[in-house]
């Protein structure tokens, strides 16, 4: 992230993302494959790590080997959109809000004060010593005699499917194929995301 | 491009590069900050012992503590901000550390920094 100071000199947090060149590598249709679908492709990839399957895949749509492919439904009803088509960050504008989706950070084995925002007993008095953080009871006793399915409790928390909603898009530049998005992101630096954008 | 190149890219040519005087914590300084009052624009002077200077590149920000009618005022201000119109640099002070929290507790004859010679 890095911040930019707007027309009005307010310092704005933001991030960089690079949007594209994303190149359409095939048209899912409803008679052949059942739904309507775009599939793009984004940054080159070595020859040496592509799969033999992937670069006959690839030399169908006419381009290059790449890393990342993506498929978007719901796109622009009269779209006209073919094989290689290039999609640049010249489909945002300046100021209008986008969604972006990510894979959160890892945070590995967490308990459930930082996993389900519970609060702790809050004080280390009252008889306790060692269960500040603890999740408290789970349940009834004899009846149900068991835990019912979908208690919150600890563990693996992070590495998921996040969708932030309504970034506002700070800067567009062109040459760089950049977008400058208000805020924070999901994800690691360096990872991958899905700007989605509904109309 | 990587990060690094990508955000010094955007740094480079979306932030005007701003030049003040060089002034270290210690140091008297008057910074000449611009207020935006409805459409009208004004200066306003804040004059103080700048405490640190924090951060790198385009974030960093520096501290500045005066004393206001007995109550000490500290103002953060971004270094790149472009509502700083021009910093004074008022004395140069002599002090042994790059943060120097420790002025907030000293009240009086005791708050006083010794000046550089020339």
């Known amino acids: 992230m890095t911040s930019i100071y707007d027309g009005n000199g307010k310092n704005i947090p933001c991030t960089i993302i690079e949007a594209g060149p994303c190149i359409v590598t095939q048209l899912r249709t409803k008679e052949h494959d059942g739904y309507e679908a775009i599939q793009m492709a984004f940054e080159d990839q070595k020859e040496k790590h592509t799969t033999r399957a992937m670069k006959g895949h690839f030399a169908k749509a006419g381009v290059t080997p790449k890393k990342v492919i993506a498929e978007f439904t719901r796109f622009e009803a009269d779209h006209q959109k073919v094989f290689g088509d290039i999609l640049r960050v010249d489909i945002f504008t300046e100021g209008e809000f986008i969604d972006v989706v990510g894979t959160s950070k890892g945070k590995g084995f967490q308990g459930v004060v930082k996993r389900h925002h519970f609060h702790g007993v809050g004080e280390a008095t009252h008889g306790q010593h060692n269960r500040l953080r603890a999740p408290g009871s789970v349940g009834a006793s004899s009846w149900p005699s068991r835990v019912f399915p979908g208690i919150r409790m600890a563990g693996r928390m992070g590495g998921k499917k996040v969708k932030v909603i309504n970034l506002q898009v700070v800067k567009i530049i062109l040459e760089k194929n950049l977008v400058l998005v208000k805020g924070a992101v999901p994800g690691a630096n360096n990872s991958y995301v899905i700007i989605e954008r509904y109309l | ?118």
Do not use: C, W
């Not at chain 2, 190149?5 to 210690?26: C, H, L, M, Q, S």
């Open chain 2, 1 to 118: 491009m990587n990060r690094a190149e990508t955000i010094k890219y955007v740094e480079d040519t979306y932030i005007e590069k701003r030049v003040f005087p060089v002034f270290k914590a210690g140091d008297t300084i008057t910074v000449h900050y611009k207020i935006k009052e409805g459409t009208k624009e004004r200066i306003q002077n804040f004059q103080g012992v700048v405490l640190q200077r924090s951060g790198k590149g385009i974030n960093q920000t520096f501290t500045v503590r005066k004393i206001s009618g007995n109550i000490g005022v500290e103002r953060i201000f971004p270094a790149s901000s472009p509502f700083i119109d021009k910093i004074d640099v008022n004395k140069k002070g002599v002090v042994r550390r790059a943060r120097i929290f420790y002025l907030r507790k000293l009240r009086g004859k005791k708050a006083r920094i010794r000046e550089e010679r020339v």
